[in-house]
């Protein structure tokens, strides 16, 4: 006589789900944290021009963009292939900068307004007029912190 069965009847036992939730919760709030959400759709093609001597803007959050190139081929029928501004999300024309940036300054602390630097993100074919006429418009609009945006050339 053996001391142990030898039945074939033998069940796994049910797997427990009570730290399941914890799991979850723990997975979502790492990818909230570690997921950066992008805050402007571009709807002009830029490829930025290369530059030998580049340096990093320290406080990003300090910065506005203005994106000037060709609208992407979805809006190339209603806005044609001429090199345009874009302000956040949307189309504007060279009359418009003054307003945006006295609305990135109101959204800004008001000890932080006078460091608000505007990033010029030009596409390399882009030619120098509009750029020129979007540097007067800074101006009227007192602002004179102004930053180019470029890749660095691979040496």
Known sequence: MSKFRKDG???LP?????SLPDIVFML???????????EVDLNVDI????????????????????YV????????????TEPRI???????????????IASEREARKEELRNKLTTSLK????TKMGIVTDIKQE???ASSLKLNYSTRQTAE
């Open 9 to 11: 009847t033998k069940e």
């Open 14 to 18: 049910a797997i427990s789900t009570a």
């Open 28 to 38: 979502l709030f790492f990818f909230m944290v570690a997921t950066t959400m992008r």
């Open 47 to 66: 490829m930025v021009p290369e530059a030998k001597e580049v340096t990093k803007l320290e406080k990003k959050d300090l910065v506005s963009n203005i």
């Open 69 to 80: 190139g060709v609208p992407m081929r979805k809006f190339q029928k209603t806005f044609g």
């Open 86 to 100: 874009q302000l956040n999300d949307q189309f504007a024309t060279v009359g418009d900068i003054q307003s945006f």
């Open 122 to 125: 030009v596409d390399q074919y």
């Open 138 to 140: 800074l101006r009227k």
